[in-house]
């Protein structure tokens, strides 16, 4: 395989494997891509649970939250 960076993005990766934290770019890559996919993941759950929040508060069912320990609680409670 074969990708194709901006000269932006290959100085970025450069700069990666420069500071010592990688191996060399593919490592920097691969990182990329796993961040990418996680970040992908997380946007697809938060997509669902506002969709469900978004039902609960037209059907009328919501409640109201006072303070952040209240909030805390109430998400901290197993549905």
Do not use: C
Request: charged share 35%.
């Amino acid at each position: 395989m074969h990708v194709s960076l901006t000269p932006e993005l290959e100085r970025a990766v450069k700069a990666k494997v420069d500071s010592g934290l990688y191996n060399n770019a593919s490592e920097v890559i691969r990182e990329a891509l796993r961040l990418s996919l996680r970040m992908e993941a997380e946007n697809e759950w938060l997509k669902r649970e506002a969709a469900i929040g978004y039902a609960q508060l037209e059907a009328a069912e919501t409640v109201q939250v006072r303070s952040k320990e209240e909030f805390l609680q109430l998400a901290r409670r197993k549905p």
